[in-house]
């Protein structure tokens, strides 16, 4: 349930909402909209362009890149392409029809491979020479070329029919599905397909329909599910190796453990080998309930085995060396993210950011002598770049009150294409330079340089928010800091109604983000001061005040939350305590549910969107039971159940509905598996069963987001109807 902030998560949200080939494909253009006033709305939100993949060419010279165009009357999206110089001059836009055109990659300095309606096509960097040079029935989902040009690996499904049973030939009709393990559905679908990577020869003017299956006769998928893309894989320098991620389990050892690792495929001979484990490696037996959350983070045994989360490899330039993104303990899908790095000539791994207590989200290889590798990683409630230097120092490069996205390098190595957003800016694309790296520290920070500014037309109508932070003590005597967002037009002398904000997770943090959902930006323009706290339980702040929250879901954290509500309303003039409200999603819709039973008439309305509100359904409901594995640390028909298990399940917030005198929101999605409907349901019910003032919002269609342009919009009306109706009038 941890979000993920990367463009890639940001991709693959707007695949969602476009258009499929059995559909008729509608030339959604850029939307040109005159605002009424100068408050953001739910239909200028809409109305904004998306950026999605980029890519830079291969001399640095220019930017190819991916916007996605929404329109609420049609109720979908249209994606296509925009070429631009690198320093942001003579943006142009490619695509000319209908059709989706996605994922655009460079195969020489003039020519642009891209997917349209599922096969790989090119066209030279002015939009001219268009060519089909994939036949695969429309069948690819993604592709990488190697740096020699001359294959290509592309992703592709397959049927799978280890878990459900294959439809009977005989009925071909019937709607039942025979499900014979666990993982028989993931995140909004059920598993009847995997993906798996293919490689094809290319002769630089058509890709072979003769394909090689990496994964051959192997009931794995790869990417991973259910966000895993192309950065999943890499070739080697040479084109003689694929590196890629795969969590080689299924069924019932799948559900319960986050152990992916990193593989070696030569090419030649179709030998694959594991960086992650030595040969002689067996998987131990697997146990679904007594977790293992004692397991030391730097233990021998991980360090030689890498039992968690290992995923997006990359080979260095000069092809010695592999690095990915490693979790060091099996079972933690939010345990910290660190750098490690293989030499291929040793078989030795390092682990690079040691120094760095906080999550890597992103990386790629420096060509500058000083820096071996440059990442972008939350510190303190943003998401700037570091460094990490061959002596295995991490320096700081940036310090803006925003996040950065993702990064590529630019111009040969001195410097970097990134995409950075914040509360009060949508996604764009900038030019990073870092500086010399220097022992003095406050000498690093990077030129940030904006190249494109795709919504510039509606935020010049929109009075912006301000945004501040504060910093507070805890009840357990540590210093938590919260973000504040103030209205546009802000005036000291008023009283505000004002929002908690409780962030899901439970451990993403509460950083800079955009989210045409979850939006700051809009919520203060509609005249509402939000309290967004970094709680425990978050990355960002030291591995040790992340990891309380595990087992621990309504002590500190809770505790947390009402200081800071209760800090702003005792400190901070402009918040009225007569008029204030807790909303949030996931772990914050969780979080928002327990409140309601334990608010002490703080709140005046709730809003909790796809939150958990039965611990002990939800233990078995989630798909991906290592979560709850984790998270409860027992299951709860265990009579000898630990003490955090119990103190869990007894701290549920279906127990304390009996409480509940505050009206409540709830909004879920049937299509949810992650945290299933019935949970959203339940807590309606049981609040309209017992007279509280309620309200349900539920989608058929909507996953653990909402991703359809029209319920975007009934979302925020909704959303924004209730606060009015409790906090307003």
Known sequence: MNKALTIAVAAAMMAACGTTDKETAVNIEKQTVTLESDQMTPEALWAMSRIAAYAASPDGSKVVFQMGYYSVKENKSHQVLWMMNADGSEQRQLTSDAQNETDPAWLDAETIAFIREGEVWSMKADGSARRQLSETEGSVEGFKFAPTMNRVVLVKSIPFNDIIEARPDDLPLSTGRVVNDLMYRHWDHYVEAIQHPFVADFDGSKISSEMTDVLEGEPFECPMEPFGGIEQLDFSPDGEQIAY?????????????????????????????????????????????????????????????????????????????????????????????????????????????????????????????????????????????????????????????????????????????????????????????????????????????????????????????????????????????????????????????TLLFCEGGPQSPVSQFWSYRWNFFIMASQGYVIIAPNRHGLPGFGSEWCEQISGDWTGQCMQDYLTAIDDAAQNLPYVDRDRMGAVGASFGGFSVYYLAGHHQKRFKCFIAHDGAFNLEAMYTETEENWFSNWEYDDAYWNVDRTANASRTYMNSPHRYVGKWDTPILCIHGEKDYRINATQGMSAFNAARMQGVEAQLLIFPDENHWVLKPQNGILWQRTYFAWLDRWLKQ
């Not at 090419?267 to 490696?281: M, Q, S, V």
């Not at 990442?375 to 940036?398: C, P």
């Open 245 to 497: 991620t795969c969590r080689k389990k299924t069924g019932r050892a799948y559900s319960i453990s986050t152990d992916s690792d990193i593989y070696l495929y030569t090419i030649g001979t179709r030998e694959t080998r594991n960086l992650c484990k030595p040969a002689d490696y067996k998987d131990p037996e697997v146990v679904a309930t007594k977790t293992l959350r004692t397991q030391l983070v730097n233990s021998e045994q991980n360090l030689k085995n890498n039992p968690g989360y290992d995923q997006n490899p990359k080979f260095s330039p000069d092809g010695k060396y592999v690095a990915w993104l490693s979790m060091a303990r099996d079972g933690y899908e939010s345990d910290r993210q660190r750098l490690c790095c293989y030499d291929l000539a040793t078989n030795e791994k390092q682990y690079l950011t040691e120094t760095f207590d906080s999550n890597v989200d992103d990386f790629c290889w420096s060509d500058d002598e000083a820096a071996l590798i440059y990442f972008i990683g939350v510190w303190h409630a943003t998401e700037n770049l570091y460094a990490v230097t061959k002596d295995m120092e991490v320096r700081q490069l940036s310090n803006e009150w925003a996040d950065f996205g993702s990064l590529q390098m630019l111009n040969n190595g001195s410097q970097l294409l990134m995409e950075r957003h914040s509360y009060t800016a949508p996604a764009d694309l900038y030019v990073v330079t870092p500086n010399t790296l220097e022992e003095d520290e406050e000498m690093n920070v990077a030129e940030v340089k904006q190249i494109t500014d795709v919504n510039k037309e509606i935020l010049d109508q929109l009075a912006k928010p301000t945004v501040d932070q504060r910093w507070v003590k805890t009840t357990d005597g540590r210093d938590m800091l919260y973000w504040i967002i103030l209205p546009p037009n802000f005036d000291e002398t008023k009283k505000y109604p």
